[in-house]
Structures are given as C-alpha cells and as structure tokens.
C-alpha cells in the first residue's frame, strides 16, 4: 500500500537527524559488542557471544531509545487552545478515538512530535514511517511500557545468565524471545487490518530500512533462539530418556549397597550387646 498523501510533499530522506539516529543504532551494537569482550569467559563459544551481544544490543534499545518514546509520550505534548468563536471546541487527538484523551487531559496533544529533545527528533524521523511513533496511540504506548520494564530489565538478566554460564539462560531467553515477537504481531497486525492508514511505504527508506529491517530484527532473532532452544531441549530430553535405564540401574545398585551397609552396622552392634 502506498500511503504517500501521509508524507505530503516529497520528504527530504536523507537529514542529520537520519544520519545521526542510524549512527546511534551502529554505537548501542558497537557498545554491547565490547560488553561480551569484557564480561564473557575468552573461551566462550562464537553462539554464546552472538546471544550475549543481542541481549545487550536488545536491552540497550529498549531502555534507551524506546524508553525515550515512552519519556516523550508522558512529558512532550502541546497546549489546545479553545477557537476563538467556539470556546466549548475540542480538538481530538488523531491517534485515539472520538472522546478519549491521552491521560484525561482535554487540552493536551502529547508525543514525540511535540518534544524538543534530540530523542524527540529520532522518534519524528521514525515515525515519517510509521506515524504512530510520533504521537499517542495507546496500543504502541501499552506495548511500550512492557518492552522497558520488563524486556529490557529482562535481557540484562539474560546477559548476566549468560556471563555466569546459569543453566537457567535458555529459559529466560525463551520468555523474553516469546514475548518479542508478540509484541511485534500486536503492533502491526492491528494496522494491517485496518489498511495500514499510518504506515508510510512511499519509498525505499521508509520501507525497507525503517519498517522491515528495523522491525524484523526482533523476528529473525527470537525464532532462531526458539530454534536453539528446541534444538537443546529436545537433545537434553533424549540424554535423559537413554541414560534412564543407567540411571535406574545405579539407583538400584547404590540401594543395595546402603541395605548391605546398614545391615552390617545392626549385625555389628547385635554382637557388641551379646
């Protein structure tokens, strides 16, 4: 669907503000690349480093830059005036439905399009894409506050899992994997059923590098770390179910080992008496 009449004129594709946001994407995955460096054991295998760097890369965008969508969305807004020959006039945001104000605030626009910040203008530039990013929908925003206090914490827990070598890592990366792409399907499906009215395809950018690259990302990722960890479970199961009879054998083994010990202490102590 090409929603061209959202972007009006021609939009400028290439700005500081693009250049500037790309780069701080490349800086969070540079930055979770030297976290393994430091954090994990120098012979940690090649898919341990690969799960280390995600989960950091992952915790860090959470926390950072969309804990900043979520800043924005609280703080940044702008003031309605009432119209001059109408005083009783309410001018709705274009993200909710008729009668319903972000926070109960009549008098409010809030988003990122109404913020100052240099993270105001990151989530402006996303949002040239997908417009939702730029002001208050209550779906993404909901969406939001799980991703940064819970996913994100979440992924740093994961990286410490996998620093110390817990055997719990492939559990918790389960969890957050699931609830990753969940969260994907909860913020485009709706749209797509309604004909993607905010979703802006008119170019190659705003296609391809902001709405499939940046988004498939949390796809592509969290169903290899399912894969791997159906791969490791199902393996461990087969361990366990072969090793069973060897397991029940050694049981019994150590059972009679203990009768005999302990038949031999009461055999001993019957002759102390006597």
């Keep these: 669907m090409d929603n061209s009449a959202i972007a009006g004129d021609a939009p400028q594709l290439i700005s500081t503000t693009t250049v500037l946001s ?80 972000f926070l109960g605030h009549k008098d409010r626009l809030y988003g990122a399009e109404y913020g100052t910040s240099p993270f105001s203008a990151l989530w402006q530039e996303y949002a040239k894409a997908d417009r939702r990013w730029g002001g208050s929908d209550l779906t993404v925003i909901s969406l939001e506050l799980l991703t940064v206090f819970v996913a994100g914490p979440m992924a740093v827990w994961i990286c410490n899992c996998l620093r110390k070598q817990r055997a719990d890592s492939w559990f918790w990366m389960v969890v957050l994997a699931t609830g990753e792409l969940y969260g994907g399907v909860m913020t485009f499906v709706p749209e797509w059923l309604t004909g993607s009215p905010n979703l802006n395809t008119s170019n190659f950018m705003y296609t391809w590098l902001y709405l499939f690259f940046f988004n498939t990302l949390w796809v592509w990722l969290p169903l290899w770390i399912l894969y791997e960890a159906y791969r490791r479970i199902t393996h461990n199961a087969l361990l366990v179910n072969r090793a069973g009879p060897l397991i029940r054998r050694d049981m019994l083994r150590q059972q009679e080992e203990d009768s005999q010990r302990h038949a031999s202490k009461r055999n001993g102590s019957a002759k102390k008496q006597r």
Excluded at 66 to 81: A, P
Excluded at 89 to 101: K, Q
């Design 22 to 101: 790309l780069f701080s994407t490349l800086a969070i995955l540079a930055t979770a690349y030297t976290a393994s460096l430091k954090l994990l054991p120098a012979n940690a295998s090649t898919k341990v480093r690969i799960l280390f760097v995600w989960h950091a890369f992952d915790a860090l965008i959470h926390l950072i830059l969309e804990g900043s969508f979520l800043y924005n969305c609280f703080f940044s807004y702008t003031t309605i005036t009432t119209g001059l020959w109408n005083g009783k006039e309410v001018i709705a945001s274009p993200y909710l439905a008729p009668d319903v104000y």
